[in-house]
């Protein structure tokens, strides 16, 4: 018998079976429904809220609208939409590429600083794809970056301790920030933090990253240091210092001895830095940078020792590089409302911007200032950056690898 044959002989059958099913599910009662509906739902597959619907509307009509009413048939099969998609593969290729590129941000970041990515892209060479897949990324939402995404995101689904130890008595004369104290709506107020890469073994000297965040501009700064000596801490905060792109105003640190001693105070009262502390119990004191902490330096460093003065140099530049990719191209939301609803807090972060933005926004730059910011901005290439960032990430893992014997991995170009 030929196939075609074959397969609308079943088709008739399983039409009949369903209609003969959906008048015995109607006539039935309540416990023989239940029986009826288990057969059924063996036989078909289907969910079992849906098939009892089907059941109990086959035959008789349904209302769609105001007057439009329908016959329900348990037999018919659903139109399928007749629109194409808009979003083919060619755009997810992209799509996914770009967001590679940017670290694997979330859609409202994504959204927010594509334009000027594709723009940085096309102008240094970078960008596959044609100008109608560019042209259709352009007027993506937010919404649909997250939903074309959600697979990949899924595919990429340690904390490390703390080492930080109490200051001495000065931390009395170091007064602790209150919101008073600080005008966080210009640029120049920033909070410092050190990241420790001991690896789990806290024993000896290992490697610090010194944290620095501005809280109005997100803008962020960082470098490493052989120790959490004093010494080194203090000349790691004047080197960031001559390259902010702001003046430096106030810093809020924790209660560490690395930060509260005479040093560190004496510099601050001859700069004219304001110097605050936080609350020896309130990690959440210092939220900004203990964020940064997390998602710029252990992200891209990960939870390894670091202990060498190589390994310390390789740090830094990859921070070379981290800093220009994060400040010029990685978008941080900003809380914009707060408000509790009985036991829960909402919160919305429509202000969506780069730290770079938000500099040029404010009045507190002066024009020279943002000049060089600019030209900074405009001879920046997005993609060598992220080249620039894996190939010290690799560095950094063959030295590890080197050191505990194993074998090392190709160099990146």
Not at 96 to 103: E, G, P, R, S, T
Not at 352 to 370: A, D, N, V
Request: glycine share 6%; with cysteine; net charge positive.
């Amino acid at each position: 018998m030929d196939w075609r044959l074959k397969l609308g002989l079943t088709m008739i059958v399983k039409k009949s079976v369903y209609q003969e099913t959906a008048k015995r599910y109607q006539k039935a009662q309540k416990k023989e429904k239940r029986s009826i509906l288990d057969e059924f739902i063996k036989l078909t597959s289907l969910n079992r809220d849906y098939a009892a619907t089907m059941l109990r509307l086959h035959g008789k009509s349904v209302r769609l609208g105001r007057k439009e009413y329908a016959r329900a048939d348990i037999t018919r099969k659903g139109k399928k939409s007749g629109r194409k998609k808009k979003y083919d593969n060619e755009v997810l290729k992209l799509l996914k590429y770009i967001w590679k590129i940017l670290n694997y941000i979330c859609g409202k970041r994504f959204k927010v600083t594509l334009n000027d990515t594709l723009d940085n892209l096309i102008e240094h060479g970078h960008l596959p794809g044609g100008q109608e897949v560019i042209s259709k990324l352009r007027s993506i939402s937010a919404s649909t970056i997250d939903r074309i995404l959600k697979p990949e995101r899924k595919k990429l689904e340690l904390k490390g301790r703390s080492g930080t130890k109490p200051g001495t008595l000065l931390k009395q004369q170091v007064a602790v920030r209150t919101w008073a104290d600080w005008d966080e709506n210009i640029p120049g107020y920033l909070e410092i933090d050190l990241v420790g890469h001991e690896g789990g073994n806290s024993r000896g000297d290992f490697a610090q990253t010194l944290d620095m965040v501005d809280v109005n501009s997100g803008w962020c700064e960082q470098a490493a240091i052989k120790n959490k000596a004093a010494i080194w801490v203090k000349a790691a905060i004047e080197k960031v210092n001559i390259r902010l792109p702001f003046d430096l105003l106030g810093l809020d640190s924790d209660t560490g001895a690395e930060f509260i001693n005479h040093a560190m105070f004496d510099w601050c009262k001859d700069k004219g830095v304001k110097f605050t502390r936080g609350r020896s119990t309130r990690s959440n004191d210092n939220c900004y940078v203990e964020q940064k902490n997390y998602s710029i330096i252990r992200q891209n460093v990960g939870y390894m020792r670091y202990d060498t003065d190589e390994e310390v140099y390789w740090l830094n530049r990859l921070y070379a590089y981290l800093r220009l990719y994060t400040n010029f191209f990685q978008p941080v939301m900003k809380m914009t409302e707060r408000e509790r609803v009985g036991s829960k807090v909402k919160k919305k972060h429509n202000d969506i911007k780069t730290p770079y933005h938000r500099l040029l926004e404010s009045y507190r730059l002066t024009q020279l200032q943002k000049e060089r910011l600019i030209r900074l901005y405009r001879g920046l290439d997005l993609y060598k950056l992220r080249q620039g960032i894996s190939k010290c990430q690799k560095r950094l893992l063959n030295i590890q690898k080197k050191k505990y014997g194993q074998e090392e991995s190709e160099d990146i170009a």
